[in-house]
């Protein structure tokens, strides 16, 4: 069952609840159980019909766009639609099936009018209370997750900042002779202080990322074989632009992942990053194995996939990432507009 069969059933079991309330309350004032049954079923159908027409209709088009004269009337004038029917459908069902005295149907019209208009009041207030207690609700729902995600984002500062701070203990602690040693545990401190003190804004300096770039390149060639070849270019940087940072990573990151290892051919992985005028360009090439090793190098990995998914938040209808899946390489061709 949908939400909107559990909406219709809450609905018709609330105006049941109502019907009954009535005839509880108002049989001592009629005869037989039979009239009240009447009288009462037909005040439901002007009420139930006057309510739907005021809040699905005459609320969205007149009192949200605060029309509020118009609403007043467009209201005032359903119930008193409403009164009339319903005086007249009063007047004929005494004189042909309760054969009771003539009532004035000014009478009827007015108790009518004032009948209805009470309970389409009393129910709208019912409903935008229940509505108002269903929104704090969410509000605090999402107030709490709210305050469990900065949580979470101070947690993820810590545990880095911490990490931060004791690389350069280790650091401290490696014999000055071993400098290669030194040399990848700085370079790796250089890359996390970035992600640390750096990525926290939504925008950062163009020419900042593409030293992070240079930073991880130089961190990832150590952990390659010397048998790869990394080309990597970066030219006509216009100077001023920013970026939402590690975006161009992604690709990069992938193409170290995924480059190939061969034994009798290149492996090589080519970057190329520039700017004309406002538009961010980012090209990155790498030969791959001739035979996907597993799932990931047909897709390019979850990396990609999120990239995809944060390109399109920040950057909607301003960017074109395509992807080259050929025998022999692969190729991501990022292009942002940053203006």
Same mark, same amino acid.
Request: aromatic content about 12%; charged content about 20%; some cysteine.
């Given at each position: 069952?949908? %939400?909107?069969?559990? *909406?219709?059933?809450?609905?018709?079991?609330?105006?049941?609840?109502?019907?009954?309330?009535?005839?509880?309350?108002?049989?001592?004032?009629?005869?037989?159980?039979? *009239?009240?049954?009447?009288?009462?079923?037909?005040? =439901?159908?002007?009420?139930?019909?006057?309510?739907?027409?005021?809040?699905?209709?005459?609320?969205?088009?007149?009192?949200?766009? #605060?029309?509020?004269?118009?609403?007043?009337?467009?209201? %005032?004038?359903?119930?008193?639609?409403?009164?009339?029917?319903?005086?007249?459908?009063?007047?004929?069902?005494?004189?042909?099936?309760?054969?009771?005295?003539?009532?004035?149907?000014?009478?009827?019209?007015?108790?009518?009018?004032?009948?209805?208009?009470?309970?389409? %009041?009393?129910?709208?207030?019912?409903?935008? =209370?229940?509505?108002?207690?269903?929104?704090?609700?969410?509000?605090?729902?999402?107030?709490?997750?709210?305050?469990?995600?900065?949580?979470?984002?101070?947690?993820?500062?810590?545990?880095?900042?911490?990490?931060?701070?004791? =690389? $350069?203990?280790?650091?401290?602690?490696?014999?000055?002779?071993?400098?290669?040693?030194?040399?990848?545990?700085?370079?790796?401190?250089?890359?996390? *202080?970035?992600?640390?003190?750096?990525?926290?804004?939504?925008?950062?300096?163009?020419?900042?990322?593409?030293?992070?770039? #240079?930073?991880?390149?130089?961190?990832?060639?150590?952990? #390659?074989?010397?048998? %790869?070849?990394?080309?990597?270019?970066?030219?006509?940087?216009?100077?001023?632009?920013?970026?939402?940072?590690?975006?161009?990573?992604?690709?990069?990151?992938?193409?170290? #992942?995924?480059?190939?290892?061969?034994?009798?051919?290149?492996?090589?992985?080519?970057?190329?990053?520039?700017?004309?005028?406002?538009?961010?360009?980012?090209?990155?090439? $790498?030969?791959?194995?001739?035979?996907?090793? $597993? $799932?990931?190098?047909?897709?390019?990995?979850?990396?990609?996939?999120?990239?995809?998914?944060?390109?399109?938040?920040?950057?909607?209808?301003?960017?074109?990432?395509?992807?080259?899946?050929?025998?022999?390489?692969?190729?991501?061709?990022?292009?942002?507009?940053?203006?």
């Amino acid at each position: 069952m949908n %939400l909107k069969q559990h *909406k219709i059933i809450y609905h018709f079991i609330f105006w049941i609840c109502i019907y009954l309330l009535w005839i509880l309350v108002f049989h001592r004032y009629s005869v037989t159980i039979t *009239k009240t049954m009447t009288i009462e079923f037909c005040y =439901l159908l002007f009420v139930t019909a006057d309510f739907y027409a005021i809040n699905n209709f005459i609320v969205p088009s007149f009192l949200i766009k #605060k029309k509020y004269v118009l609403f007043a009337i467009a209201t %005032l004038l359903i119930i008193a639609i409403s009164a009339w029917l319903r005086a007249l459908v009063a007047l004929q069902m005494n004189r042909d099936f309760f054969h009771t005295a003539p009532v004035d149907f000014n009478i009827l019209l007015i108790n009518s009018f004032f009948n209805i208009a009470i309970w389409v %009041l009393l129910v709208t207030v019912f409903k935008m =209370l229940m509505e108002r207690i269903q929104t704090q609700k969410k509000i605090e729902a999402l107030e709490k997750d709210q305050m469990q995600s900065e949580l979470d984002y101070l947690k993820a500062q810590i545990n880095p900042h911490t990490l931060f701070n004791s =690389l $350069n203990t280790v650091y401290g602690h490696i014999d000055k002779n071993n400098k290669a040693a030194r040399n990848i545990l700085l370079q790796y401190s250089e890359l996390l *202080k970035y992600q640390l003190y750096e990525c926290g804004a939504e925008r950062v300096d163009i020419v900042k990322e593409i030293a992070y770039i #240079k930073n991880y390149i130089s961190f990832q060639q150590l952990r #390659k074989t010397e048998e %790869l070849t990394v080309n990597f270019q970066a030219e006509a940087i216009l100077p001023g632009l920013s970026i939402a940072p590690l975006l161009i990573v992604v690709p990069i990151e992938n193409a170290f #992942k995924f480059v190939s290892c061969c034994t009798d051919k290149e492996n090589k992985i080519d970057i190329k990053i520039y700017t004309s005028g406002n538009i961010f360009h980012c090209i990155v090439t $790498n030969t791959k194995e001739p035979l996907p090793l $597993n $799932n990931d190098a047909k897709t390019g990995g979850i990396g990609i996939s999120n990239l995809k998914r944060r390109l399109a938040l920040l950057y909607p209808y301003k960017h074109t990432l395509t992807i080259t899946n050929r025998s022999g390489y692969y190729e991501t061709n990022l292009m942002i507009d940053l203006a």
